[in-house]
């Protein structure tokens, strides 16, 4: 089954371009360190999931571009064809002149219907290429005013159009000390709107990648191009094909469906985080060896103290005892800092993966009460190396860990719609101060609901 | 000759010259000949003809002129109701035919002084029109604010009648004073000339130059003041014409400076001055050029953002430089800056990869900041005193239109904007109480 990914805004075309690029990258690559016939099957399975055969010599990548000023749609799809290792579709794509302003009522009440029949056009297109359609993966930043606003607009067209088909929406949470001034606003108005049509929402953290170019990858002057580069890493270590407990012999051939099966049980809770070890700069790969127990016992610490990255763990974080007396619905048990989970995914790429004991991922501690830890828990696996990583473990959990981003950008948008500031130009398109106070209040609920986990 | 593309044509049309230019314009492919999509309007001809008989004579289309002879005589009644009421149609009709040659209008720059007649009347006379034949199109207005000693008996009142319209009318106003580009293009003729650093420092990257530009001399002493408020402008917009890794429209920069609808005045700074002939540049020389970004001597209007409240502060880097030095120097900076208590990381970045002629990079900052209220009670100050005595006024009240209540309304408008600037400072250092959540059942 296919996925057609939506690109939206600069971000979301920029970052796209990289997952397409690192995927690409990954299949044609000797790194594969399996069978020959294993690396035959995953290529396969990757091009039927990412790319189109076309009367193209280079695999066509299934995605619309979308965009309201020309310059970054133009520079994609040229550096993309300049590779002639793969292309978009040049009919793929769309764009006006004006932009959006950053401002998220005029992505999604001016551009948004202005634009929708050319838009959901192409993605019907895109759509009817595919034999079967897995879902749609759509790319934004929630900061801007084209992938905050156009893009919430978008999600919901397509949950109408395709009410079947899964949706899973990658969202890029801004730099704290902004990028945008009014980017708390755009974050809060983007988060309410996608909770309605979205079945999940995958994460990145600008701030955490950052970290993680500075110190794991040492990279000394980090530009976006870096940070999206470990943003497509990581998103391919998910993406890739995998074998799943139910796919038996073969690959499996709905991700997003298998992901939303596992991760999202309630639809109050859609949140997703995202972390893969190790990451290293390139040339140290070939010094490094790595063992899956150490590893996943990384993975797991990480996922506990909400670490986002290897290093800087805390390590005194423990999960709290089951089996006293103290009834488990009370938050104030848990022990501080302890990140819960509702339900987690640990996905391997490697040799020898299947001797891997997940036994401490299973662990019902880690959980909440109301899921069975044996469905709470799931793991993909294949031998087959991911992007001359020998090893690479990936962890897409619904937790906490989102938590606090989350109230930041709540509380930080509140303040500022308290003094009324920057209202004016939002009203100026139509979103009302009663909109806001809408969104407002759904978060509000979201994050409540996260705190009593 | 070069190629004309989208950074070219978001500035000047590409027209075959021959046969009068009535054929249509030239959209992709090799230069023809470039005219500017812009209108000059002057009530007198001096100016207008020098720049028509010089180098620059190609690029302005005679069409696009709107010309008289005697001038305002300084006095903003005559620029505005006079000239305004006249010439009104032909304005009009030619604004239209500009905008007709554009494939997407997004922004009108409106260029003019506050203290003389024509560019303070009936400048913002056109403000107004624009406005109400375009109301979707941004109005950015450069005013340059009369100094200190400045010789015009009557700018106090056309500066202060000009402000009522920049404060309804206009979408972001830039302010510039000439004292301020005065005292930078003398802080760059002292370093030129000294004698350690002079040679070193590359004459086409001084922001007085009109590097790249086609003129090769500078002859007027004005030139070099008007050569940084060009280069203000160029970096203003190069996001907009240049790729980046994350661009910062014109429509950007209006929704996120202007938090409330009548504080739109933004404070700009331009770094470096110059460059060194030294190509390598340590990220410490770039982290001084981040400083100097907030230090009072490269501010163009005679201000200290530092030490006043910041409302919201934008930088646009163009050049070799990503988002870690960005964040580093934000970091860095942040502690020592005053920001509102509703905007306390309120910061617009953009990145363009493109850099000005003769720099691996550079700065622009933008700040909506409480620093522009001393030039504001300062022009009030020296409207009262004129008023006061009924100085000249009947040289304004018998031009028809004119009132009495023009003026009085006038005042009335800059003491409001005064006074939100003053009840924002009030907040300044105070204790900050955030607002309490919402709460759900």
Redesign the interface.
């Known amino acids: 089954m296919s996925i057609v990914t939506v690109q939206l805004g600069q971000c979301g075309n920029q970052i796209g371009h990289e997952v397409f690029n690192a995927i690409c990258g990954d299949v044609r690559g000797a790194h594969g360190l399996c069978s020959k016939k294993e690396n035959e099957s995953y290529r396969d399975a990757c091009k039927e999931r990412f790319f189109s055969e076309e009367e193209s010599e280079v695999p066509v990548a299934r995605a619309v571009l979308v965009d309201m000023e020309p310059k970054v749609i133009s520079q994609t799809l040229s550096i993309a064809a300049g590779s002639g290792y793969w292309k978009y579709d040049d009919r793929s794509h769309f764009c006006q002149k004006q932009g959006s302003g950053n401002n998220w009522a005029n992505g999604y009440s001016v551009h948004g219907p202005r634009h929708k029949e050319v838009i959901m056009n192409l993605v019907q297109k895109e759509a009817e290429k595919c034999d079967r359609l897995s879902g749609f993966f759509t790319m934004m930043s929630m900061a801007g005013g084209t992938g905050s606003g156009l893009g919430a607009f978008v999600t919901q067209c397509l949950r109408d159009a395709f009410p079947t088909s899964f949706i899973l929406n990658h969202v890029i949470w801004p730099y704290g000390t902004g990028e945008v001034i009014v980017q708390n606003y755009n974050s809060v108005l983007t988060l309410s709107h996608l909770y309605q049509s979205s079945d999940a929402l995958l994460v990145h953290e600008n701030d955490v990648i950052h970290k993680i170019c500075a110190q794991l990858m040492n990279i000394k002057q980090i530009s976006f191009r870096d940070v999206n580069e470990v943003i497509a890493h990581q998103l391919g270590s998910v993406f890739q094909p995998t074998y799943t407990a139910g796919s038996g012999l073969h690959y499996s051939r709905n991700p997003l469906g298998d992901l939303m099966e596992t991760l999202v049980p309630h639809p109050e809770f859609k949140m997703l985080g995202l972390r893969n070890i190790p990451q290293m700069p390139e040339n140290s790969l070939a010094y490094s060896t790595f063992s899956w127990p150490g590893l996943l016992k990384h993975l797991r610490q990480m996922l506990i103290a909400n670490a986002k990255m290897e290093e800087g763990i805390d390590w005194q974080v423990r999960p709290p005892h089951l089996g006293s007396s103290i009834p488990s619905s009370h938050s104030t048990n848990k022990p501080l800092h302890f990140n819960t989970s509702i339900a987690n995914l640990v996905i391997l790429r490697g040799k020898d993966m299947h001797s891997v004991d997940l036994g401490s991922f299973r662990d019902p501690s880690l959980y909440t009460s109301w899921l069975n830890p044996r469905d709470a828990f799931n793991a993909w696996k294949t031998p087959r190396a991911f992007n001359k990583y020998e090893k690479s473990a990936s962890l897409v959990s619904n937790s906490k860990n989102l938590l606090k981003p989350l109230n930041s950008v709540v509380g930080k948008a509140w303040n500022m719609f308290a003094s009324k500031a920057y209202i004016h130009q939002y009203t100026k398109f139509g979103i009302e101060e009663e909109d806001f106070l809408d969104s407002f209040t759904a978060l509000e609920q979201v994050i409540s609901s996260y705190t009593i986990l | 000759k070069g190629i004309y593309d989208?950074a070219l044509s978001s500035f000047f049309r590409n027209v075959d010259a021959r046969n009068g230019g009535d054929r249509p314009d030239i959209y992709k492919g090799k230069i023809c000949s470039l005219k500017a999509r812009a209108l000059l309007i002057d009530m007198e001809e001096g100016v207008v003809n020098e720049i028509l008989q010089g180098p620059l004579r190609d690029v302005f289309d005679s069409k696009q002129l709107i010309t008289d002879v005697s001038g305002s005589g300084n006095n903003w009644a005559v620029g505005h109701k006079l000239y305004g009421y006249r010439y009104r149609e032909s304005i009009v009709e030619k604004l239209r035919k500009t905008a007709e040659h554009c494939?997407?209008l997004?922004c009108f720059f409106i260029i003019h002084s506050m203290g003389g007649g024509t560019g303070s009347g009936l400048g913002t006379f056109v403000l107004n029109l624009l406005e109400d034949e375009f109301p979707e199109v941004y109005r950015f207005v450069t005013s340059v604010y009369p100094s200190g000693e400045d010789d015009v008996i009557t700018s106090p009142y056309n500066s202060v009648l000009a402000m009522k319209e920049l404060n309804e009318h206009a979408d972001c106003v830039l302010p510039i004073e000439n004292e301020s580009l005065f005292d930078i293009v003398n802080k760059i003729h002292q370093m030129v000339n000294s004698g350690k650093l002079g040679s070193t420092v590359k004459q086409n990257s001084l922001v007085t130059s009109s590097a790249g530009g086609v003129k090769t001399v500078q002859e007027k002493p004005f030139d070099a003041m008007n050569n940084i408020v060009a280069n203000l402008l160029l970096n203003l917009t190069s996001s907009a014409r240049f790729?980046g890794?994350?661009?910062m429209?014109l429509?950007?920069i209006?929704?996120?400076?202007?938090?409330?609808?009548r504080l739109h005045y933004l404070v700009s700074s331009l770094t470096p001055l110059y460059t060194l002939a030294d190509v390598n540049v340590p990220?410490r020389r770039l982290d001084q050029m981040f400083s100097d970004a907030f230090s009072r001597d490269h501010q163009l209007i005679q201000a200290d953002p530092k030490h006043s409240l910041y409302?919201?502060c934008a930088l646009l880097v163009r050049g070799n430089v990503?988002?870690?030095?960005l964040?580093r120097n934000?970091?860095r900076l942040?502690p020592s800056l005053h920001f509102v208590?509703?905007?306390?990381?309120?910061?617009?970045?953009g990145?363009c990869s493109v850099p000005p002629v003769g720099h691996s990079h550079s700065l622009l900052a933008l700040a909506n900041n409480t620093c522009v209220k001393p030039t504001f009670i300062e022009l009030k100050d020296k409207f009262m005193k004129l008023y006061k005595k009924k100085a000249h006024l009947h040289h304004y009240l018998h031009i028809d239109g004119m009132e009495q209540s023009c003026f009085s309304e006038a005042i009335s408008s800059l003491s409001d904007l005064i006074e939100e600037y003053n009840e924002l400072d009030a907040t300044k250092g105070g204790p900050r109480t955030?607002?309490s959540?919402?709460?759900?059942a």
Do not use: H, Y
């Not at chain 2, 209006?254 to 609808?261: A, G, T, Y």
């Not at chain 2, 959540?437 to 759900?440: G, T």
């Open positions: 989208e494939d997407c997004q790729e890794s994350l661009n429209d429509n950007e209006s929704m996120n400076l202007v938090p409330f609808p990220s409302l919201a990503q988002v870690s030095d964040r934000i970091e942040k208590s509703w905007n306390q990381e309120g910061w617009k970045t990145l955030d607002p959540r919402l709460k759900i």
